[in-house]
């Protein structure tokens, strides 16, 4: 089983940027498929984005297209979340998540079996 930590949230005003990182150890990282949730207050967690196990392919939702860039350092065991013209909607809990099924782009939770703790991103207006 791979662990995962997320690292990088913090309190932004819109329209900066953030970059999350998500360290992974355990199982050797290029068998997963990575991936990017959110959660705020009040909500579901819903799919952000997500690559494939060498980065060959990326998936975004449509809230984040444009401005999100999901990349990976298998040398690193890391997944990044590189954040661009934040919105105070983008405001809740990270998670990375870490996948072995190959319909991982639908961005459907439950095809994640490994999950980060979580970290906070907070965008003021």
């Known amino acids: 089983q791979v662990q995962l930590v997320e690292s990088g949230g913090g309190l932004v005003q819109a329209g900066n940027f953030l970059r999350l990182s998500c360290a992974a150890s355990?199982?050797?990282?290029?068998?997963?498929?990575m991936g990017w949730f959110r959660q705020a207050p009040g909500k579901e967690r819903e799919f952000v984005a997500a690559i494939s196990r060498y980065a060959g392919s990326t998936y975004y939702a449509d809230s984040v297209k444009g401005r999100f860039t999901i990349s990976r350092d298998n040398a690193k065991n890391t997944v990044y979340l590189q954040m661009n013209s934040l919105k105070p909607e983008d405001t809740a809990v990270y998670y990375c998540a870490a996948s072995t099924s190959g319909n991982y782009y639908y961005g459907t939770a439950r095809d994640f079996g490994a999950w980060g703790q979580g970290t906070q991103v907070t965008v003021s207006s």
């Open positions: 355990g199982r050797p990282f290029s068998t997963y498929y």
